[in-house]
């Protein structure tokens, strides 16, 4: 009842908010703000929290994933579907740093230890599971009679994986510490790198120059992740007053706070995602005496920062390109053949880790998320592929994307009980 | 010797993260983002949050309010000085939702009966406290042979409070449940609502039409404050299971979160300063049995957001029109004008709590922050007044935001010093 009501009041909420994006009177003007003005921020962060919200509930009291809930409520708010909210710059901050927060409060939960005991195989499981979606993509786009340089862009937008979801997911379900779970994190910091020369190199083949610094960024990248290895053992045992030595630091929140921004920025320069920035920095602190008093204080900003990026994300899926039955039939195949590779190369890379586990790790790397959004824009804007094909391969990103909670969801119980009937026995 | 080195990185930041403003590569792109890409919102955060802490270290060890070093920070790093952060919308939304944030933790500290027992001074001094500016204001722009309009401006521009930066002190000097801190929060509301009809009526004269609209504003801005008063009296006990029934929280923060936007909004919808709003959401919960929790819960959310909204502010401050030498002296007069009338205004609208305790209540209302510098810039836009009376408008403003913490610590310990010399007399 009381969910209906909440229903309800989304429903009413822009005849209640009308002037969301009215202008409004001098007295409410930021000064010096761009964009957006007080009525608009407020209004637009209410409304995607509260539709974020509305989605996780109805979603968990059908027994879905709540995740799929919040990115349905963006979606449902969001400009292809009612288009209440134009998501401005407030939301796509607050979504930036929603993931952020997110993946350093998942390092937080990780000891590098733990890490690097995967090492093989989440380095095999990422490089199988960027080769084999690449060549399925390139493939399929082939044998449409696609141009072999069209055909890498397809194969790459299905080759990335984007960690985001997957976490959320895990830590929802509360298996960040099980191997499989260890595993697909190990493979997605080695698997962001990949992407990153690789894109380099599309972009390179696509404006017909293919530069050295392409292969630079890929050591820096690579120099960045073991450098917040190195940094990690340094910090281990560190005091809180470490933290807290500063007069304006009354917890290490402050500090921890900048040390992730800052970390996550050295990434974005670098040309890494600024989430595996933010994922070194969680590492780093983790392995501090302030791990415990950090992951409480991260706790709220968590529940208000991440719904944004899941929400927002929601806002920006056009699922009504699904209503062109050639793109639909085409990006279902191209999601398909995304799963189906991430799958067998999980298995593959890391079959060392069991039946089950290998395949929760195949499927906790079928998302894509921005980084396949991103390749079919370069893609698009390079003329290498058509309208057509990029609205397929923008859906097929978003279709990974829903799909893996629900994947998740199936696979995580029977890897669960693989490693209770394994236990006792070698690891 | 730690400051130092803090210092010294703040000095090479911009070295290091050089590219903070530089074009990225494809990888770092936020898909839909408008101006700002991932790296210039990290990059730009980072210093913000950076530049605002190290300030409020060096200030504070050198004895001083540590606000004080939040502002000088921003505006250290920001455009008039260094020029290394550009705030951009992503730096003004954390401000926005940063004193957002702040004005719900002063809502949730106090208790609407303890408002109603300092009602009476706290609109005395509100209306005195307003009119003695106003006039002060008036009186100086006609004796240099201002048009009565420009006068009305100039006087305007001095007479409405911002409690940001006075409700922060109060609270970091703990004295936000003593009799004088409450009616300067009284006193405040009722200054916001009675700005916002004088606006109006400003705006009107401007253009030459005051329309009833006007009148329907300041109606509406009680209406909301009184339903606010009425909302929290009906909290009253309210358990905390009433914002945790939905499975999406399992903590009130988020639920008391989207209260706090939809409040705010509500009150920018009317024309009122969204951080009203906010007070009244933050008065409405403080009721339940939910207040000790969200307490908790806002602690580290205020901890990341409130330095924004004062490093942006201090950001925003061009110190360098005190440069100027008529600049200079028109504005340092005016401030001064917009600090005895505050203090006197506060000393006869709040006699009856002591003469400390009253002159507490005046520098308590002497910040004009953003409030001001909408008048000054209605009144520039309108060509009410000159680029040069603007300027000296503005510097005023912001002197009176930067003199504002030295008087409330020069006063607050003598308001204690009264109160418990008082104690045990008539209250």
Redesign the interface.
């Known amino acids: 009842m ?2 209906l009501a ?1 229903l309800a009041f989304l429903l009413l909420a822009p005849v209640v ?1 009308g ?2 994006t009215a202008p ?13 003005d ?2 608009q ?3 637009g ?2 409304l995607l ?2 539709a974020a ?1 509305l989605g ?2 109805v979603m ?2 059908l027994g879905q994933p ?1 995740v799929v809930g919040e990115l349905l409520g963006g979606f449902l708010v969001g400009p292809y579907c009612l288009g209440w909210v134009q ?4 939301a ?6 929603g993931v ?1 927060v997110l993946l350093f409060s998942v390092g937080l939960e990780v000891r590098t230890d733990d890490l690097f005991r995967v090492g093989k195989p989440a380095v095999l499981t990422a490089i199988i599971a960027m080769l084999l979606p690449l060549a399925g993509g390139f493939a399929l786009t082939t044998a449409m009679g696609g141009e072999p340089i069209s055909s890498f862009f397809v194969g790459l937008a299905l080759a990335a994986t984007s960690i985001g979801i997957t976490s959320r997911v895990l830590r929802d379900m509360g298996v960040l510490d099980r191997t499989f779970a260890r595993v697909v994190i190990g493979a997605a910091l080695v698997d962001d790198i990949l ?2 020369v690789l ?2 190199l599309a ?1 390179g083949l696509a404006e017909g120059n293919v530069s050295a610094s392409t292969v630079l ?1 890929g050591v820096a990248g690579i120099g960045l992740v073991l450098l917040g290895f190195v940094a990690a053992r340094r910090a281990r045992g560190l005091p809180s007053r470490a933290f807290t ?7 290490p ?2 500090p921890a ?2 040390i992730m ?2 970390i ?3 990434a ?2 670098i ?4 989430i595996i920035g933010a994922f070194v920095a969680g590492l780093i602190v983790a392995e501090t005496e302030a791990a415990e008093e950090l992951e409480r ?2 706790k ?2 968590a ?2 920062f991440v ?1 944004f990026f899941f929400a927002v994300t929601g806002a ?1 899926l056009d699922l009504t390109a699904l209503l062109d039955p050639g793109v639909a039939a085409l990006a279902i195949t191209l999601a398909a053949i995304g799963i189906v590779t991430k799958a067998v190369g999980g298995m593959l890379g890391a079959r060392s880790i069991g039946r089950w586990g290998s395949t929760a790790v195949g499927f906790g790397m079928v998302p894509r998320g ?2 396949g ?2 390749v079919a ?2 893609a698009l804007v390079t003329g290498v592929v058509d309208a057509g094909l990029f609205a397929a391969m923008l859906v097929a990103v978003v279709l990974t994307t829903v799909a893996a909670p629900y994947l998740l969801a199936w696979v995580v119980p029977r890897a669960e009980a693989e490693t209770a009937a394994a236990a006792g026995g070698p690891a």
Chains 1, 2 share one sequence.
């Not at 409004?24 to 957006?36: D, F, L, R, S």
């Not at 796509?92 to 740093?97: D, K, N, P, S, T």
Request: net charge negative.
């Open positions: 009381t969910v909440g908010f002037s969301v409004t009177g001098p007295g409410t003007a930021v000064p010096g703000a761009g964009g957006e007080v009525t921020i407020m209004g962060l209410f929290l509260l919200k996780e509930e968990r009291r709540g998501p401005g710059e407030s796509l901050v607050m979504a930036e740093l952020v992407a990153l894109i380099g972009a960024v030595w500063p007069l304006f630091a009354d917890t929140l402050v706070f900048l921004l800052a996550a920025e050295l974005a320069i040309g890494l995602a600024a204080d991260f709220p900003l529940s208000i719904p920006q921005e980084v959004i991103v824009n370069l």
